[in-house]
């Protein structure tokens, strides 16, 4: 039995302060005095080359920098790795420039594009051609470092005078297992691999030279400090955007299909659960796979759901990184269709039921367009070429500018848009090659971000911004189906590598 008394997202809330009945003492005051006398402990008279992504954490993390020290000693500077969203780096230099905050943009997509690195002593393959998200993150956290060195020359500084600034947060070190965010001799599992905590970054820190004063800290604190600094809502309330960018909301394949041996059970299972009521009236010889993890009541539930439409689950052939039992996950994703509209709530009850019957499975959405009526037995081969980066651009541009125009930015706290290799609608008798893609988007919910819930159409957002949404991605070109993630985390992670 595992527990995490810190979370809030249980039955009561955080155990602490809604059990207990404990409160914090630890005010803001404290946190910003601990964070100056730490940046001044490890920069001292040297001087700071702060990589600044334009999120809230690093720029709080520079508004702190500028706050403890000279402002000669503080060089901001933004690496467009070429995975940026539409406009992204002009935005954040013009928002960050507004407040006082002047940050030189370095442009590096061709280094980041063939960047490589070491990983288990061999050479990775260029990242252009890289399908394993870890390899990907690890080669994109590398990059930076070596990009951050030729900075450091073109700029004529003394790298032994030079500390290398971050935005790092608890988070990133706890699903990165940082020794940081563990004790004694506790092991943690990776997760994921952060760009902000990779072996050269790890060696950096043991040499002194890397200044992170919010690694103690999680988002919402983070945004507290900001606003104490006095910096605008439009910067302490940004949605997050991952350091690595469009990268990792590509799921990459070189035309290979995930299919282990329990493929088709799990197929099987998925459908069982959506059909649960026809199921037993079928007598289904696999329902004990559901009754051995669900109550008779939840049962009872389950099946009245089942039985208001007919639904169709189709496993997906590819995998998305997740959190089951504290530990990384590399699971299948399942979707989840209908003739008609959806009743979103019975949705979000498969979604809880069928990650506990296969524990193979650690991602649930909805496909609009209609029920799937042909399995999906290939994958289109996607990596990260042009093409493919403007594919995912302009869908993600288009599903948060139906967001802002709504004013419905601060009713959710992120929003992936993640491009997947699927092609829905192939009859395998015509014989069509797999060659479009599908778009998922993840309205994510959370206070902390190591928990969290999708949020809920018809009650986060409303039905129509979500159909605005999916009708504005399909105009464009090579997109398949747009879905819709219906995950919490965990199972599933905010992101989907």
């Known amino acids: 039995l595992q527990f995490h008394p810190e979370v809030d997202l249980t039955t009561f809330g955080n155990f602490f302060t809604c059990v207990c009945g404990l409160s914090g003492t630890f005010c803001l005051q404290d946190r910003q005095a601990k964070c100056i006398t730490v940046i001044k402990e490890a920069v001292g008279e040297n001087k700071v080359l702060m990589l600044l992504s334009g999120g809230v954490d690093s720029t709080v993390c520079t508004a702190l920098l500028h706050k403890a020290l000279d402002s000669d000693q503080v060089v901001a500077v933004h690496i467009d790795n070429g995975f940026m969203r539409k406009n992204e780096s002009m935005n954040v230099e013009a928002s960050l420039a507004a407040v006082g905050l002047q940050v030189k943009v370095v442009k590096a997509n061709l280094e980041f594009m063939n960047g490589h690195t070491m990983v288990a002593d061999k050479k990775t393959p260029l990242l252009c051609q890289t399908v394993d998200p870890e390899t990907k993150r690890k080669i994109i956290g590398d990059t930076f470092m070596n990009v951050a060195n030729r900075i450091i020359q073109e700029l004529n500084l003394d790298p032994e005078k030079v500390v290398l600034g971050q935005g790092t947060l608890r988070p990133d070190l706890i699903e990165s297992a940082s020794t940081l965010a563990t004790s004694g001799d506790a092991e943690a599992s990776c997760i994921k ?114 039985k208001k439409q007919k639904y169709t689950a189709t496993l997906l052939p590819i995998k998305t990184v997740g959190v089951q039992g504290d530990s990384r996950s590399y699971s299948y994703a399942v979707g989840i269709s209908s003739v008609s ?79 997947i290799p699927i092609h829905f609608d192939r009859s395998q008798l015509e014989r069509v090659p797999s060659c479009c893609r599908s778009v998922v988007i993840r309205p994510f919910i959370t206070q902390d971000f190591m928990t969290g819930v999708p949020a809920v159409p018809g009650k986060d957002l409303s039905i129509d911004l979500v159909s605005k949404m999916v009708s504005e991605i399909g105009t464009v070109p090579g997109i398949s189906r747009v879905m819709y993630d219906l995950t919490s985390k965990p199972p599933g992670t905010t992101e989907w590598e």
Request: hydrophobic share 40%.
């Open 193 to 306: 691999t952060h760009h902000n905590d990779t072996q050269l970054v790890r060696e950096l820190r043991e040499k002194g030279r890397v200044v992170e004063p919010l690694k103690d800290f999680h988002k919402d604190e983070v945004r507290a400090i900001g606003r104490e600094l006095g910096l605008p809502t439009e910067l302490t309330a940004r949605h997050p955007f991952p350091g690595p960018g469009l990268a990792i909301r590509v799921l990459c394949s070189n035309g290979e299909i995930n299919m282990e041996r329990d493929f088709s059970e799990t197929q099987v299972l998925c459908r069982l659960v959506v059909n649960y009521e026809e199921m037993v009236i079928k007598e289904h010889a696999l329902l004990n796979r559901i009754e051995n993890v669900t109550t008779e009541e939840e049962r009872v539930v389950l099946a009245g759901k089942s």
């Open 341 to 419: 509209d959806p009743d979103w709530e019975d949705l979000l009850y498969f979604a809880k039921v069928i990650p506990r019957v296969c524990h193979n499975i650690n991602r649930i959405c909805y496909i609009f367009g209609g029920p799937v009526e042909h399995p999906v037995m290939e994958v289109t081969p996607t990596y990260l070429t042009p093409i493919v980066l403007a594919t995912i651009r302009q869908a993600d541009h288009l599903a948060h500018q139906v967001l802002a125009n709504a004013g419905k930015n601060s009713s959710v706290s992120q929003m992936p848009v993640v491009l």
